[in-house]
């Protein structure tokens, strides 16, 4: 499409508020964002550190939003071009994951992430989206899942998966519930599981087993990921999670419990309430918290030495360093496997696989995608681990590929995986 350049000047006005136009005049160029981040430790590119694309944006709305005239003439000079707004494309879609490391370890707390997200929305409405991406949030628009799956290939799929584990755990009383009323969890999926990942739907039905949990499915939304955050479009994404929260009150459950997505989490648990300020009674939980609560409780048995090889966690950027969960899954770990060990660093401060924000989805940025995986790659060979745990599934996807790409030999699982392979069910009569 043409640049309708009084369009992008007006949304540069509208959407970047005073905390975030100040960010792009408050960066001291102290280039500690430059060690943070995955892509510029894998490409040495000066256009890949954060602090010089958040300086980049600044020219750009500078110029656009009429202050030229205060401003050094060189920066002044460029004007806005079409070449200009694919160069915003490149920054917001192709060289950042909007991980947050960098605003984590700012020497001012600049949140770039947060800039990185309110410039994807803009380029979002210009129709500047990168095809694979665009796709995934036209596919949730038309049919309620990022994958596209029938209603009726859903429930088959819940069908057979109950029949196998009745046969699993010798019980035919053995239920993967859907559209139970007044059940104490509504579980979400990312809808890879059901098309590519059975086994941990399958786990999760399990532990859910296991624990007596009074749970459910919903045969009409079921997804957890949220393509429109990756593209900025809060407005859709605000439609999106509220199709879950909808859906909890319509079938008068306690808690929506979401499966291991990092995104997921965060945009339905924190970003989509932060604006659009609407209280609900229902709690969103992290599949990790009902986990820990369960083993905590005494509410399953789990044998570590199910899972004797050595294990290390890879924690998605979303859930882990933007959304809080942090020490579960790490309590997880060590009550079901026999050797856990950490990635250096770790937690809140591990590094991006680099298949986040979307990127998965978006083929024109691939190759760059794996160069600069090679950072996580490099954390897991490290370790000596031969397991690569990681509750995300677009985690998993990119871990996979770096696996095959870097010859890791490693199995990646999600920490759903390995709690069903170490659970002790009690025998029946």
């Avoid at 947060?114 to 380029?123: A, F, K, P, S």
């Avoid at 046969?167 to 007044?182: I, T, Y």
Wanted: aromatic share 8%; with cysteine.
């Amino acid at each position: 499409m043409s640049l309708d350049i009084g369009t992008f000047r007006r949304m540069l006005r509208e959407r970047l508020d005073e905390e975030l136009s100040a960010y792009l005049n408050a960066c001291v160029r102290c280039g500690l964002c430059a060690s943070s981040c995955h892509y510029y430790l894998t490409d040495g590119e000066t256009a890949s550190i954060p602090g010089y694309k958040l300086n980049r944006l600044g020219q750009v709305y500078r110029r656009s939003t009429g202050f030229p005239r205060l401003l050094p003439r060189r920066e002044h000079e460029e004007a806005l071009t079409e070449e200009m707004l694919e160069s915003m494309v490149d920054v917001a879609y192709g060289r950042c994951t909007m991980c947050g490391r960098c605003g984590f370890h700012c020497s001012i707390g600049l949140d770039v992430s947060r800039v990185i997200h309110r410039l994807r929305g803009i380029l979002t409405e210009l129709d500047r989206v990168p095809k694979g991406l665009g796709s995934a949030v036209l596919a949730a628009v038309e049919t309620g899942n990022s994958m596209r799956i029938t209603r009726e290939e859903w429930v088959d799929t819940v069908k057979w998966l109950e029949e196998d584990l009745r046969l699993e755990v010798s019980d035919e009383k053995a239920s993967m519930p859907l559209d139970r009323q007044g059940s104490r969890v509504l579980y979400a999926v990312n809808p890879r599981e059901p098309k590519f990942f059975p086994l941990s739907l399958s786990a999760a039905a399990k532990v859910f087993y296991a624990a007596g949990e009074d749970w459910t499915l919903s045969s009409r939304f079921f997804d957890i990921t949220n393509y429109s955050y990756f593209a900025g479009d809060d407005a859709q994404a605000a439609r999106f999670a509220g199709n879950l929260v909808s859906e909890a009150e319509r079938l008068g459950v306690q808690a929506l419990g979401l499966s291991e997505c990092g995104h997921g989490y965060y945009a339905a648990r924190w970003h989509v309430p932060s604006y659009v300020r609407q209280k609900s009674r229902i709690d969103v939980l992290s599949i990790l918290e009902l986990i820990w609560e369960y083993i905590r409780e005494g509410r399953i048995r789990v044998d570590p030495s199910r899972n004797s090889r050595r294990v290390t966690l890879h924690d998605p950027c979303h859930l882990a360093r933007k959304g809080g969960i942090i020490r579960e899954q790490r309590d997880i770990l060590r009550s079901v496997v026999s050797e856990f060990v950490e990635m250096t660093p770790s937690g809140e401060k591990n590094f991006c696989c680099s298949g986040g924000g979307g990127s998965l989805s978006m083929t024109v940025f691939a190759e760059r995608r794996r160069g600069s995986g090679r950072v996580k790659a490099e954390q897991i060979k490290r370790t000596g681990a031969e397991v690569v745990a990681s509750p995300c599934h677009n985690c998993i996807d990119q871990l996979e590929e770096l696996d095959r790409h870097y010859e890791l030999g490693v199995k990646v699982v999600t920490v759903t995986e390995l709690v069903a392979d170490a659970l002790a069910l009690p025998e029946r009569r």
